[in-house]
């Protein structure tokens, strides 16, 4: 083979392999040869939920904070998150609306205390029918301890589908436990396969003497 051909053909390879390049770089490299910028990450804006009147649209917080100025109307926050929808709800309300809004939710309150229905939360307690007696007694003085915090407290005891009667007897010591404790309700005791399934609320709390209505929690609002 000649130079001359050998030549030819290093020049045939490189010339592929620049346009190669530049095909599979065009959208890196700007007109003038220099790499351009990258674009910035945009932030996407969380959208609300919000109610006026009969009309339900969705809208940007700031959006909605804009129209409620315009129009001289309170902008409350109904709901934290909607489940559904996965946006929080706003509503917008004039002046009596609010008052009224607060003075039903001050009410409701107020009902709460007198019946003694008040919890703070929910726990929940698994427990295998095989547990010892030194372990059944450390999660029945947690369970005591959530109940004084005002906790409901739900129980899973996980036993035999063949032999339930150990599940039994865990269920019957978790019983006396409580009642030495006080007064906590066990509700809807109810066995499932190998499960056993009850709750645990709190005793009612006799409602404060001259009904006490301090720091009343109000609709938060814009």
Known sequence: MSLISI?????FVNIRSISKYLSTNADKVSTDGSTPPK?????????????NGDLVSISTLAEAQKLAKR???????ILDLDTKTQRPIYK????????????????EKKKERQSGTTLKGEKVLIVNSNISLHDLKIHCNKMIK?????????????????????????FTSMETALKESGSPRILQKRQKGSEIK??????????????DESNPKTPSTF
């Open 146 to 170: 959530w109940l004084s915090k005002r906790y409901e407290v739900r129980v899973v005891i996980n036993g035999d589908v063949n032999n339930m009667e150990k599940a039994d007897e865990v």
């Open 198 to 211: 009850f709750q645990v609320v709190p005793p009612k709390q006799e409602a404060p003497k001259g009904g």
């Open 71 to 77: 129009r001289d109307l309170k902008l409350v926050k």
């Open 7 to 11: 030549s030819n053909r290093i020049r």
């Open 39 to 51: 674009k910035p990450k945009t932030t996407p804006i969380p959208r609300i939920t919000l109610v």
């Open 92 to 107: 917008l309300m004039t002046g009596s609306e609010y008052h009224a809004e607060d003075l039903k939710q001050r009410e």
